[in-house]
């Protein structure tokens, strides 16, 4: 790609200037009880919802902080947190009343252009509220049910009380799940019925525009007996010198003979801190697809995870993660095989350059009863420099003899060979590098819609070229 | 949407059984970590100054064996240890035979000071500190510079024991090692191994524990140009841990490790290894095998990678055959720069449906199928390890009989 493309690839992805917006309501104090109150009275909530969240904030109160990996407790102060901001007074369902300076940031990221052309439902959160949503009206007519979590609490009451940080992700799962519980703002809510295939994705973009803020956006997916949808998230942050926290909570059930395919590109700038936990239950011939491209944000644990509780669920994973100077990852997949002739697939690549530091930790658990289960792992990092870092943790557990997994993994550079001899074919060394980058990351891009693949691969050469895609 | 079948879902719900919830919400990894090791690597070392114990041992190396008696069944040796219980008889050969030493107490090879501080240490775990409290002993075996030389070690124990071995060897010499151990038992070892430059040392291990725990740790210090290959080979009906700690702080050091972990009737195999890779062009190859029927194997493998020209490959297969068996493999890798190489690959599963459908339509039933093929996986961990005495007939048939028992 030449320099002229690069530059204004560069200028599209990562021109986000902070929004002037003026915010409507923003809760600034400390977490406690009353902030909690403020934010689900600011709502309208009903009691239990209030419960839900006062409960989860004495869990979060009670938690430690994780105590492997990363040193969180250095980095994130929860007193200077601002757990609130609320951009909007009202809810948009035209794309043609939002805002023109929003609208000049969804246009750069060509977002409006591709709900119109490959897209069944499109929204937009920014900071701690959905501004604007919007389905097919065919789909909506089928019972497809797309909505912000807002809405959806008011509206579905019975399907979000089943739901909610129940079975699937619990506020005791981990500090930031519990902190998550107690101060969900936003979010998506997609509900598919019976038999229903929604054949183009639905997907999400989520900004970050208010200093110090902590989004907690929550979405949870159901797809019926049947049923078939896709769901891509994508989000941006402007550049500031204060972190920003995103911890989101993802709640997928698939149900019987059911796929999900979830996409989720991440392109934060690296002053957001990314602690996300993202759970699917697959009930029986289920099937769920999770890609994530984890390109940008500063810190990163992500572990995406499948509990395959149905006879002949499968689950799939696949990953590309970059981490360049001052980026700090650790991503994996686990996954829980609880009944017979289950299947999953992990593939993750991940891409270490200038001091970043990029690591593996993922579990494969078969427990007993899991009869004919095969589960496979394949992670490959591919170190660019001397000072990158990469690490695998993989853990496996089996309980249950008649399964078998295998678990590879390897560390490499690009080889003097590759690059000698595309470079004897006319091509500069970063085209050569770029091309052969472009060739690790294959078996993931595949799996990415055309535009996103584009997308991604070009973030990806913008950080080769080192011009630092995402801030 | 329907209202009653929203309403059968959430009955649904409620019926969701504790045991799933379980594992619905897993431990944080950390916990993981610490539920899986059954001994965390052993405080112990901690209070061995290795570096004084390693001189200590140098300095009573003159005194050590004394008397000297004519040994034809060790010939092939430079020196053998046979332990029976606390009885310990110690053949050292040279061209015209063997020679045999009175018991050595560990207090001529450790410093009083440090046994004590090994017994002082309150250990939470009961059956080391019994260990520790009965009888202890020691041994060293050290090469010659410019030498090559071979010993061998037998052991049968059927009383609680723990050993103190150091082994050294010196500049451009060559060590072969061979450590044979039943153990009825609890069975405690520490050996401390120091490779000098260019020096080369073969040490193959087997160890059979039954009833008690064992517990073995190796400390491994590694200079340069020094050449290490390891061979394990543990089978346990009951607990049975090993912990090694490889620092490779030579240039151009390289360390081979070939095990093979079985573990009978309701037996615990846990197998801890981690790998410093300190100085450039070091090379590991780790190559684990893990067999059992009812038992349950762990194996945790570490390698801290940061070193330029440096390579670590890991590779593990691990065959479950009982409805009871379980394992835990943990092969984890840490990496910095681009100038190394590093990569693992483990198994973990049943024997193959195709291997079991071929042997089945020969007249096999599923039980001999398993055993032949079992027998196969065995022959081939031991046949690869190139070691006369674990490829011997009698540790061959002990593994495998103990598949149809």
Known sequence: MDREKLNKVKSEVTGIEPLSLSYEKKIESSIGEDTVRKISREKGEPEWMLKKRLYSLKVFNSRPMPNWSFDLSSIINFNELIPYAKPFSEKLEESSKIPQEVMKVLEKLNIPEAERRYLSGSGTMIDSEVLYRRIKDELRKKGVIFTDMDTAVREYP????????????????????????????GGSFVYVPKGVKVDLPLQVFFLINYPKLGQFEHTIIIADEGSEVEYIEGCSAPVYSAYNLHSAVVEVHVKKNAFVKYTTIQTWTKNVLNLNTKRAVVEEGGTLRWVSGNIGSGLTMYYPSAVLRGKGARAEFLSVTFAGNGQKKETGSKVFHLAPETRSRIVSKSIVKAGGYAAYRGLVHIAKGAKDSISSVKCDALLLDDSSNSATYPYIESYESNSEVTHEATVSRIEEEKLFYLMSRGLSETEAKAMITRGFMEPIMVNLPLEYALELNRLIELELEGEGAVG | MNKNSLKDEIEQ????????????????????????????????????????????????????FKEVVRQSQYKDYDGAILLENNLAKVYICDSSGCSLSSTISPDEIFPNKIIKALQSESSKDQMEANSLASSSWGSLISSKSNKKSRFFYSGITTIPISLFNVIHVDKNSFLDVNMKHYSKDVFHEFTYIQLEKNSSLTLNVFLSSSNYSSIINFKIKMEESSLLNLNLVQSSSSTCSSNIEVQMTGKHSEFNFKSLFQSRANGIVDNNLSIYHLEEDTKSNIESYGITKSGTIIIKDWSNIVFNSSSTFIKGKVILLGEESKAYVIPNLKTKGNKISASHGISLGRITQNELFYLMSRGLSEDEANILVSTGFIEHALDSMSSEMLKNKEIKSYLISSLKG
């Open chain 2, 13 to 64: 719900l409620k019926e969701i059984k504790h045991e799933e919830s379980k594992h619905l919400h897993p431990p944080s990894w950390k916990q993981f970590d610490e539920s899986i090791s059954l001994f965390k690597y052993n405080e112990r070392w901690k209070y061995l100054d290795t570096e004084k114990i390693f001189l200590e041992s140098k300095r009573i190396r003159k005194v050590e």
């Open chain 1, 158 to 185: 019975e399907l979000v009380k089943k739901y909610f940080m129940t079975f699937i992700v619990s506020p005791h799962d981990n500090k930031f799940a519990a902190l998550h519980g107690a101060l969900w703002s």
